[in-house]
């Protein structure tokens, strides 16, 4: 995800163009991350249902990969920054949010996260000077007359001044949660939430990998993972974690990058990639350690598993108070957790019936809906083709001018009628005292 925005808020965009009817031409806006992830099996379902799909991806990407097997056309474009580039600038983010905030004050927080959100919009608008400053890419646009366009407002292709008005263009917004993860709040018509779009039964795993899930007996194995942008857990740290899951009577499969911590126990292994999915809908599986990824969250709740969260930055926070809330998740502070903490929150999750209560609770709320969340997404896609938008589903404030909106108007018409009032009230009291007074002056100097 990018840097310093909030998954539980994303949402995926569609902004209708011309309707047509069956076999749309659909153009994708360039993501990165886990919202790539979550879209690519939206595109697939499109393409199996007739629809064209052309993706927008810049020369530089760390997870979109235009060299890669798919069904869906690419159309790249060039941008003048490197991956070097990138991949510093994301490392500079991810040490601040892991290693320095919590030493920080409140304001040295404030001014080093808007220095790198600085520097975040000149690469953001650098990606659209690449796309809308190249006329050949433009004119191929253009000629392909798309039907819809499916963007990740978390990747902007506006310009910042005209971003919330953009954005309020939307016929239909898919959120990635369902309400096995959110709290009851109201929300617009066109707001659909399709949480778990990529999730799905497990597959067998690798023949090495079972015979260690195997091993494992009746303690069962417990997933261990902080995504694929985490690779900078310090010396110290990683020994630290080694040392805490070494104490579990459950064998851990441990995703990790970097020097293998010298605490690390028999029961673990550690592995540069790991099929998490698959792990996590195994029999086995007991918990699962997460830096608390949305995309990583609905897996386990998709097969109803406990967790024990380590958050580093974004959503991550936010998303596991959620679990937390639920019951189905202990929380673990990455920068002062120590080894028996953790050990414990580990324990805790699986030996407490509740927290497997809660999350398989979690899971029967998450599969008990009268359609899959892909066929959902897939269908208001469709949806809003058929029907050359969705505006009937749009709520009349994006009409609305700044000050129509806060109903500045209105208050200024009951503001003016309000002193109006008190105009009245009070001319008229000084009436009535002229009157009376006038009256008792005449009384006296015709006694006198």
Known sequence: MKPGQSLSVCALLLLCMAGTGNGGNILVWYTEGSHWINLKPVLETLIDRGHQVTVLI????????????????????????????????????????????????????????????????????????????????????????????????????????????????????????????????????????????????AKPLPEDMEEFVQSSGDAGIVVFTLGSFITNITAEKGDMIASALAQIPQKVLWRYKGEKPKTLGANTRIYDWIPQNDLLGHPKTRAFITHGGTNGIYEAIYHGVPMVGIPMFGDQPDNMVHMKAKGAALIMDFNFMQTQDLTDAVNAVINEPSYKENALRLSSIHHDRPISPLDEAVFWIEFTMRNNGAKHLRVQAHELTWYQYHSLDVFAFFLAVALLLTLLFIKSCSFCVRRCCGRKGKTKRKAE
């Open 58 to 201: 810049p020369s530089t990407s760390m997870f979109m990969n235009a060299s890669e097997p798919s069904r869906f056309r690419y159309e790249p474009f060039n941008i003048s920054i490197t991956m070097e580039a990138m991949e510093a600038f994301f490392e500079e983010f991810l040490h601040f949010s892991m290693y320095e905030m919590d030493h920080m004050n409140y304001l040295q927080i404030y001014i080093r996260f808007m220095d790198l959100m600085k520097r975040d919009l000149q690469y953001t608008l650098q990606f659209l000077d690449g796309l809308v400053k190249s006329d050949t890419v433009m004119a191929r646009l253009k000629e392909a007359k798309f039907d819809l366009v499916f963007a990740d407002p978390i990747f902007a292709g506006r310009k910042p001044t005209s971003a919330c008005e953009m954005m309020g263009r939307a016929d239909i917004w898919l959120m990635r949660t369902y309400w096995d993860f959110e709290f009851p709040r109201p929300f617009l018509p066109n707001f659909k939430f399709v949480g778990g779009i990529h999730c799905r039964p």
